[in-house]
């Protein structure tokens, strides 16, 4: 059981749909404490709006707090976003649409992990005397990094709500693998280098979803 994908039952090969009702019950009251325990640990500051949206946003790392309102309208077929102030955020249109709602800020969450996460990596990388050959940000369902053989790196968007020391393990983690595409004991050997503290941090990263709130974890 995750928080982001709730309940998921793997399976044996062959083994019958009809039993899964039965396993559920036999297992239904390690589910509901496994439930109450996500729920308790996730970090949720903030309250929505009337709409179930958050209204407000926070990068702890980059120190940014934004209030967001939204304002329905029929002025624009769907919806747009506008940044009133370097704190303030406007969703407007059809924002009572939960569709719409969700692409505006995600849209808007890759564009600000393209500002903060991205020079925040190429200054560690240039620190550290890392080279690749490029990066980027994607909203990720699970992996909170890539590498490509081709040395193209992919940040996840939610890094952004992340403590500052566990989104540098990550940044580490993917600059290693510019050096070694695998997990040997000379990629780990380098990332102690870089990340003396990783074993900890890797354990951390392991409830690390509990930072990012509850409507980051839909479908982009």
């Not at 393209?114 to 560690?124: Q, R, S, T």
């Amino acid at each position: 059981m995750t928080p982001h994908d709730g309940l998921i039952v793997v399976l044996p090969e062959g083994f019958p749909k009809k039993e899964i009702p039965v396993l559920l019950l036999r297992h239904a009251e390690w589910i509901r404490k496994t439930k109450e325990t996500l729920d308790a640990h996730r970090l949720e500051p903030f309250p929505a709006a009337g709409n179930g949206w958050p209204c407000k946003v926070l990068f702890p790392h980059f120190d940014e707090e934004w209030e967001l309102e939204y304002q329905q309208t029929s002025a624009v077929a769907e919806g747009d976003i506008e940044e009133l102030s370097p704190t303030s955020l406007l969703l407007y249109g059809d924002v009572a649409n939960e569709g719409v709602c969700r692409k505006l800020l995600f849209s808007w969450l890759k564009h600000r992990a393209g500002l903060l996460l991205l020079p925040a990596f190429e200054k560690l990388a240039t620190s550290l005397d890392f080279d690749y050959a490029e990066a980027k940000v994607r909203l990720q369902h699970s992996r909170w990094g890539s590498c490509t053989a081709a040395h193209v790196i992919t940040l996840n968007t939610k890094l952004l709500f992340l403590p500052d020391y566990l989104i540098r393990h990550i940044m580490v983690h993917e600059l290693c693998h510019t050096v070694h595409l695998n997990h040997s004991r000379s990629f780990w050997a380098l990332v102690h280098q870089h990340d003396p503290l990783w074993r900890i941090h890797n354990r951390e990263m392991k409830s690390a979803w509990k930072y990012v709130p509850a409507w980051v974890s839909g479908k982009p």
